[in-house]
């Protein structure tokens, strides 16, 4: 059974970063990994996924803002946010599961869940 724990989460002012990391207790190498949110009153939506090969995928709405990596050797998935909006609060949660198919963010692609870490961005 993997555990993933987020953290890097917090208050940030519009137009500022944040790192998000994802400590898997699992080997990452092997793993599709991914990033959701969540905000109040919404439901949950696709924000980056990253596979095996290292291959990317985004949503729209973060594409040439928001970075997603991997550092197998430390098992530990990132997401790097940049150009931040107050429309990117969230719970951000970490995702990761055994899927070999097309990139994509389909929450199904994913076994193991985090806890998820809050991130607010005012304006």
């Known amino acids: 059974q993997g555990e993933l724990v987020e953290s890097g989460g917090g208050s940030v002012q519009a137009g500022g970063s944040l790192r998000l990391s994802c400590a898997a207790s699992?080997?990452?190498?092997?793993?599709?990994m991914g990033w959701f949110r969540q905000a109040p009153g919404k439901e949950r939506e696709g924000v980056a996924a990253?596979?095996?090969?290292?291959?990317?995928s985004y949503a729209d709405f973060v594409k040439g803002r928001f970075t997603i990596s991997k550092d197998n050797a430390k098992n530990t998935l990132y997401l790097q946010m940049n150009s931040l909006e107050p429309e990117d609060s969230a719970m951000y949660y970490c995702?990761?599961?055994?899927?070999?198919?097309?990139?994509?963010?389909?929450?199904?692609?994913?076994?193991?869940w985090g806890q998820g870490t809050q991130v607010t961005v005012s304006s």
């Open positions: 995702a990761a599961g055994y899927y070999l198919g097309p990139l994509g963010l389909a929450p199904t692609r994913f076994a193991y």
């Open positions: 699992i080997n990452t190498y092997s793993l599709y």
């Open positions: 990253i596979s095996r090969d290292g291959s990317t």
